[in-house]
């Protein structure tokens, strides 16, 4: 058994979620990867991995192996490429977790202008509001919008993200304009269900804001929503910018306005960095402007 063969087909079919999709990823048959990973099993006298007709999951030694694994071959992967060109050429295929509005609206000329600079590198991107666990379900790197606290993970901030309070013409004609966010108790609110409303506008006033209105884990319906006079949102500029130019959407209560928040690209802490995660993080840097081209001509305020 290739020992090394056999670690990385383990490793893909948990990243994976299943034998055949692991066995499409790596080029290989169904029944070669089931036999790669029941060989592993049988070699560290362990179960690795609970299967069931549907899904399989990792067992408690399946996931300590699994994250070292990884981190081995990562470094085997970052080792081979050090003894080549692979540093002045990145090649190999990048894992990208993102937010679903941003990278729908601002990353494809992004991926296309790195890909021009670097054609050996493979862009694996998925798009996802939740906070994704990069080691365990295998990402090189996550873009993730926020103040972020973890510290196990490594943070490069990519951009500052503005928020604006936004309303359409007609709804604040019917229905009057909120001086702060306590007057939200008296109107719609469209809120951002992964927001938390507490931090944003104290305990109070977080409270009152959940009272009405729509709730959603989108932002882009919840503009929509806005634009059409559902209520009032609080949302980033890169989404609401375009209905607040072309004045579909007007701002409100600018001097209760959060602070900027970040983009940032988030990797896991190694050593020894893959060339093709520093590569996409350096080129990542700047690229947006500052401020950043959906800003331009409506906040000159950045972080």
Same mark, same amino acid.
């Given at each position: 058994?290739?020992?090394?063969?056999?670690?990385?087909?383990?490793?893909?079919?948990?990243?994976?979620?299943?034998? =055949?999709?692991?066995?499409?990823?790596?080029?290989?048959?169904?029944?070669?990867?089931?036999?790669?990973?029941?060989?592993?099993?049988?070699?560290?006298?362990?179960?690795?991995?609970?299967?069931?007709?549907?899904?399989?999951?990792?067992?408690?030694?399946?996931?300590?192996?699994?994250?070292?694994?990884?981190?081995?071959?990562?470094?085997?992967?970052?080792?081979?490429?050090?003894?080549?060109?692979?540093?002045?050429?990145?090649?190999?295929?990048?894992?990208?977790?993102?937010?679903?509005?941003?990278?729908?609206?601002?990353?494809?000329?992004?991926?296309?202008?790195?890909?021009?600079?670097?054609?050996?590198?493979? %862009?694996?991107?998925?798009?996802?509001?939740?906070?994704?666990? %990069?080691?365990?379900?295998?990402?090189? %790197?996550?873009?993730?919008?926020?103040?972020?606290?973890?510290?196990?993970?490594?943070?490069?901030?990519?951009?500052?993200?503005?928020?604006?309070?936004?309303? !359409?013409?007609?709804?604040?004609?019917?229905?009057? =304009?909120?001086?702060?966010?306590?007057?939200?108790?008296?109107?719609?609110?469209?809120?951002?269900?992964?927001?938390?409303? !507490?931090?944003?506008?104290?305990?109070?006033?977080?409270?009152?804001?959940?009272?009405?209105?729509?709730?959603?884990?989108?932002?882009?319906?919840?503009?929509?929503?806005?634009?059409?006079?559902?209520?009032?949102?609080?949302?980033?500029?890169?989404?609401?910018?375009?209905?607040?130019?072309?004045?579909?959407?007007?701002?409100?209560?600018?001097?209760? =306005?959060?602070?900027?928040?970040?983009?940032?690209?988030?990797?896991?802490?190694?050593?020894?960095?893959?060339?093709?995660?520093?590569?996409?993080?350096?080129?990542?840097?700047?690229?947006?402007?500052?401020?950043?081209?959906?800003?331009?001509?409506?906040?000159?305020?950045?972080?």
């Amino acid at each position: 058994m290739d020992r090394l063969e056999a670690m990385r087909t383990f490793v893909a079919v948990v990243s994976e979620g299943a034998f =055949t999709r692991a066995a499409e990823r790596l080029g290989h048959s169904p029944q070669l990867v089931s036999k790669y990973v029941s060989q592993l099993e049988q070699r560290l006298g362990s179960r690795l991995l609970n299967r069931t007709t549907r899904k399989v999951s990792l067992t408690e030694a399946g996931r300590v192996y699994y994250q070292r694994a990884q981190q081995v071959l990562a470094e085997i992967d970052e080792m081979e490429s050090q003894l080549g060109d692979l540093q002045h050429s990145p090649r190999g295929q990048l894992r990208i977790s993102a937010p679903v509005s941003f990278a729908s609206r601002h990353m494809a000329g992004l991926l296309c202008d790195f890909r021009r600079a670097y054609p050996q590198v493979q %862009i694996d991107l998925h798009l996802n509001d939740r906070r994704v666990d %990069i080691v365990e379900e295998g990402f090189d %790197i996550a873009l993730r919008i926020g103040q972020l606290q973890d510290s196990s993970l490594i943070a490069r901030k990519i951009v500052s993200i503005n928020l604006a309070w936004v309303a !359409s013409p007609g709804y604040l004609q019917a229905h009057g =304009t909120p001086q702060s966010p306590e007057q939200l108790a008296d109107h719609q609110y469209l809120n951002y269900s992964y927001s938390d409303n !507490s931090q944003l506008f104290g305990k109070g006033a977080g409270a009152l804001v959940q009272q009405h209105g729509i709730s959603c884990n989108n932002g882009d319906v919840l503009v929509e929503a806005a634009v059409q006079g559902a209520g009032i949102a609080l949302q980033p500029t890169f989404i609401a910018g375009p209905a607040i130019a072309d004045g579909r959407l007007v701002t409100l209560m600018p001097e209760h =306005t959060p602070a900027p928040m970040g983009l940032y690209a988030v990797y896991a802490h190694r050593q020894l960095l893959a060339s093709k995660v520093r590569s996409f993080i350096d080129f990542m840097d700047g690229y947006f402007g500052s401020p950043p081209s959906w800003d331009l001509g409506l906040y000159s305020r950045d972080s």
